[in-house]
């Protein structure tokens, strides 16, 4: 019998330790190889690429194509409908799929070429389009995006609980897949803005050139395909490690019977609060993301190729994040580290804005603007990218939880909240963004200097007070979330003697004497 060592109330690397007698050896138990790591890890580029894209349809359609910014976010925030109703689906059916390669790699592969495709297409509306009609495309196609995306997204996390049992393993395998999303979103971002966005005489401020938007789509398209590939390829060999579909044609158990059981599994308590907490952080980083473009190109007054130098924080972030984050949860737990990470990182991140509110920050073309706002999103950024990632394998132990408690393995249904609430970031994100632009009397196809100081000085007062309450709410439902390292050993030595329990049985139907075994 293998043996495993046990982590001891200091905080050793994780929670492996010795088998009990007849529970049998556990093949998620085994240490994954370094190429399945990373091409899991790869695909989040996909999610990254799409989240970063998204953010820029505001600005597009609204500053570039004109249609007001309400139109704009709306139509964006309705696809989240779409998503409340598909993604649990899509989850609950990779939950039950049986196939040769398994239950979740036929969604990953097969989602590879539709999202490319849609996602070209949200930027290539059809001219002589009313800006309500433009809005009904918005919605139409980037609903289909969402689609293509969650199927993929959704079966890919969904595999972490099946990859390995490790506490502290989890949180690195998210961590590696937080790096990545990180750094392809700065290497797609920085070289778009580098290279797709170009200055003209025409247009003098680079990422309202629309001739950049066509290549930008193009990029994203195939930068995501390729990702989703890697990942669906590089961990195809994982598959006889990874628990797998039991047999549900029983009679009775039709579609009304799984999309009673999706929802079901949205009543633990613990996945509540991760699910409150997500859906306000995302919605917060999405708004973030969206009027960052605004603040960095009105209210630093800076061009595309700076902005591209911030695009930079998102890889010292993740850097910084990535061995911190496993690091931080075995001492202070997942729960507490989620929460003090993003208190910490908002307040970092939105203190060059209320600096610049009182005019006690650095001005417009100083030298030291850029390496300061870099500096900052660095540290507030890393501390944030520590709570996403924990947050993430505290969901991974509610599978387990929730395993224990029914008998049933519904990775799918729980990481399908996953998906939901990165979504929130593109879509409620981006509607807020609408609304707080709105409410700040912000003007529509406006060049930098015609927007006027106190236009600037509105929206940061509006912008700080809506992300800060967001960030805030959201830690405080954190607090009902329950388990931790002691539970989530137990629940991973009851689930291993339960399965014990039922090799015993099937050998026993098929005769096998105990003692051979």
Known sequence: MARFREASGSGVDDDRRTQKAGAGTDPRDAPIPLLAQFSYGFGSVSTAVKNAAFAYLLLYYNQVVG???????TAIAATLFVDALVDPLIGRWSDVTRS????????????AIPTAVFFLLIWLPPEGLSPLQTGLWIFAVASITRVAVSAYDVPSTAMVPELTT????????????FWFGYVGTFIFVALSLTFFFVATPEHPVGQLNPDGYVKFAIAGAVVMAVAIFVCGFGTLGQVPRMQQAEDNGRPGEGWMFHVRETFVAFRHRGFLAIFGFG???FTAIGLATATALYFNTYVFDLSAKQIAVLALEAVTAATLAAPLAPKFSRRLGKKRT??????GGIVI?????????????????????????????????GMIAISLINTSSMLADVVDD?????????????????????????????????LVLS???????????????????SLIAHYVPTVLALWLVGVLILLFYDIDQVRHRSNVDRLRALAAEKRAREEENLGLDPATR
């Open 349 to 381: 991140t939105l203190s060059p804005l209320v600096l610049t509110y009182f005019d006690l920050f650095l001005r417009p073309g100083d030298s030291l603007l850029v390496p300061a706002l870099l500096l900052v999103g660095t540290f507030g950024g």
């Open 402 to 434: 929730y395993a224990v408690r029914t008998g049933r393995h519904a990775s799918g249904v729980f990481f399908s909240a996953s998906s939901f609430m990165q979504q929130c970031s593109a879509a409620l994100g981006v509607f807020v963004a609408g």
């Open 67 to 73: 249609i007001p910014a309400t139109i704009v976010s």
């Open 100 to 111: 040769r390669i398994g239950r979740r790699h036929p969604f990953i592969l097969g989602s």
């Open 166 to 177: 490790d506490y502290g393993g989890r949180t690195r395998l998210f961590s590696l897949r």
């Open 439 to 457: 409410a700040s009397g912000f003007p529509e196809k406006a060049e930098p200097s015609q927007v006027s100081r106190a236009a600037e000085l």
């Open 279 to 281: 859906v306000l952080k």
């Open 338 to 343: 989620a929460m003090l990470m993003a208190f």
